[in-house]
Nanobody, 124 residues
Framework: QVQLVESGGGLVQAGGSLRLSCAASGYTISWLTIGWFRQASGKEREFVAAISWNEGSTPYTDSVKGRFTISRDNAKNTVYLQMNSLKSEDTAVYFC?????????????????WGQGTQVIVSS
């Protein structure tokens, strides 16, 4: 059973940075495709970025390209989402999700395991 725990959220001013972490247990993260999603209040969950298990693919949604970077530290069994130049519209609960040895996907339904989420609030 894969368990995911997100951390690193918080309150930051517009233009600032945060680094979110997604720590995995129960499975080695090098075999997991990890996706980051976010859900703003009253909106549907949306795809942010993903990293495939073999790191062959790291897609981003257009609104975060050039500002967010997803990376993996296999030794720490953790995937990171570095978020720079944050905007008020980035405010949301951020979730990481996992699927075992699969390609990346924009669709939340593809992922089998989810963390509990971490809140990001960007003040303007």
């Amino acid at each position: 059973q894969v368990q995911l725990v997100e951390s690193g959220g918080g309150l930051v001013q517009a233009g600032g940075s945060l680094r979110l972490s997604c720590a995995a247990s129960g499975y080695t993260i090098s075999w997991l495709t990890i996706g980051w999603f976010r859900q703003a209040s009253g909106k549907e969950r949306e795809f942010v970025a993903a990293i495939s298990w073999n790191e062959g693919s790291t897609p981003y949604t257009d609104s975060v390209k050039g500002r967010f970077t997803i990376s993996r530290d296999n030794a720490k069994n953790t995937v990171y989402l570095q978020m720079n130049s944050l905007k008020s519209e980035d405010t949301a609960v951020y979730f990481c999700a996992a699927k075992i040895r699969s390609g990346t996907s924009y669709q939340p339904s593809i992922y089998d395991y989810w963390g509990q989420g971490t809140q990001v609030i960007v003040s303007s």
